[in-house]
């Protein structure tokens, strides 16, 4: 992707400390060469993430490898008040592993070990830097798999699914990564270790797992994970309907959802991410269809026989102008695949793609899909459309060429009013790639000051300095005003002390 854009954007957040002492201090605590990175040439694959247009140098990345020297790290920056950015794999979309210029990247590439696996318990206890597929790799020997699967989950790790909450094409019915880690071990920001959660079905207490997945680093950092594995279907079918529309794929959606169908899987795409992932993939896509939905059915043989005939009746009642159910498993992997390369498939057709990740009811799908389509026509940029069809999570790919002048801002803005349609349709502006620094203005659009200040009165509990992945997911008030998003109530603005600009 081009880098068009100035640095760093997050909150104007100051962090004054003795550089080269904290850095020789770190140097002591990381003795080997290759756990201490603070050369710019080092650094440089260390300044973006998944979403490469936001790009800054952290001031050094510390490579730990070990529970004990992580503490370490964050005893010391704690104790020199220094920013902290944890980062897994760095696919994350939405600049959440963006480090910040006056911090340093915790690098937990080097946790990379599944320390058990109990196939009685049906968990498995691993380390963040895991590879979420590597999970299911390890399991599938017992009849086991792990169940959120991500689109980069042959790289992506469980450790970042757990700070994003992370989710799937399978997301609908077996959950999102809250719904499938049962405990962690946590540092606190003071470097001080944490067990939460249990293997039990209940345990006392609030509930910090929860409360933890999804916050994207700015709590705690996430050493160790306790996962839920499930048995391997006894049967399974993949079905592939072609639509003359979105909008009648979109209506598709709610009916089958409606009808009590819950498919294990329900993925929709449009006819250019179509086009783009049969020519990449080839996997047997109609490339004159509007919109496919791909849907997958697993249990028990005679159950999915039954719902196989009812979700082809339903999708044809739909007006689905083609039913096709996967001849065998080679063809069934072929229908994911092509869905699972969506996005860089279509990274092919465009120099550039900015991936947008908002959720709405499903029962909005159509109306929302033809506003993107007036948005995209509106401001002469094309979107393409892949999405987890199912849970209403959309994931619309505004195409671009970071080469022309001011096309990335328009890009940008474009993408912020998509997120305040789906937010104005009852969703929300992330369902699994989380907030990070991309789309902290929108939150402004969606939360009231009330709620912001909740969200800010929890961070400041768990992390009174401020140095965990400062700036990210939640926007000052301060910055709302600026932003020109603040709600207004009865005629007044909430918070009038606040300087607008």
């Avoid at 080092?42 to 247009?53: I, V």
Wanted: charge should be negative; proline fraction near 7%.
């Amino acid at each position: 992707m081009t880098d068009t854009r100035a640095p760093y954007r997050g909150e104007d957040l100051r962090f004054d400390y003795d550089r080269d002492a904290f850095l020789r201090r770190l140097q002591r605590l990381l003795p080997r060469a290759d756990q201490v990175i603070d050369d710019p040439e080092g650094l440089r694959p260390y300044e973006c993430d998944g979403l490469a247009a936001y790009r800054q140098l952290p001031v050094a990345v510390a490579i730990p490898e070990t529970i004990e020297q992580a503490q370490a790290v964050l005893a010391l920056c704690h104790e020199y008040r220094v920013p902290v950015t944890a980062r897994g794999a760095g696919t994350s979309l939405s600049a959440g592993a963006l480090p910040h210029p006056q911090g340093i990247v915790l690098s937990l590439a080097r946790f990379n070990r599944i320390l058990e696996l109990d196939p009685l318990r049906r968990t498995a206890r691993v380390q963040p830097g895991v590879r979420n597929l590597a999970v299911s790799e390890a399991a599938r020997p017992h009849g086991l798999y792990y169940a959120p699967d991500p689109s980069s989950q042959i790289a992506c790790s469980i450790g970042g699914n757990v700070a994003e909450n992370a989710g799937g094409v399978h997301c609908l019915k077996y959950g999102l990564t809250v719904h499938n880690v049962l405990a962690a071990t946590v540092l606190t920001p003071e470097g001080e270790r944490i067990d939460i959660g249990s293997s039990a079905l209940d345990a006392p207490g609030y509930d910090l797992m929860a409360l933890y997945t999804g916050s994207e680093g700015m709590l705690g950092v996430i050493v160790e994970a306790t996962v839920r594995l499930l048995p391997e279907p006894v049967h399974k079918e993949v079905l592939l309907a072609a639509f003359p529309s979105v909008e009648a794929g979109g209506h598709a959606v709610a009916g089958v959802i409606g009808a009590g169908i819950i498919p294990a899987g329900l993925e929709m795409m449009d006819g250019p991410a179509i086009r783009a992932a049969e020519d990449f993939v080839h996997a047997g896509y109609p490339t004159d269809a509007a919109a496919i939905l791909i849907a997958e059915l697993d249990g028990a043989p005679d159950e999915v026989t039954e719902e196989v005939t009812r979700l082809s009746d339903l999708l044809r009642q739909h007006g689905a102008s083609e039913v096709r159910v996967a001849a065998d498993a080679a063809e069934q992997a072929r229908f994911w695949a092509g869905r699972k390369a969506a996005f860089p498939a279509v990274g092919r057709i465009s120099p550039d793609y900015y991936c947008m990740d908002g959720t709405i009811p499903r029962h909005q799908l159509a109306n929302v899909l033809t506003g993107i389509d007036r948005l995209s026509r509106e401001y002469g940029l094309r979107v393409v459309n892949v999405f987890h069809a199912g849970d209403g999570n959309l994931h619309p790919l505004v195409l671009y060429d970071g080469n022309v002048p001011g096309e990335f801002e328009r890009t940008e803005e474009l993408g912020r009013r998509i997120l305040e349609l789906c937010v104005d349709a009852g969703g929300t502006v992330t369902g699994e790639h989380g907030v990070g620094l991309e789309k902290i203005d929108a939150m402004c659009h969606q939360f009231r000051p009330a709620e912001l200040e909740q969200f800010h009165a929890v961070k400041a509990a768990f992390d009174e300095a401020g140095c965990l992945n400062p700036g990210k997911a939640v926007p000052t008030l301060h910055r709302c005003a600026e932003f020109g998003a603040l709600h207004v109530h009865h005629g007044q603005l909430p918070h009038p002390e606040l300087e607008r600009f």
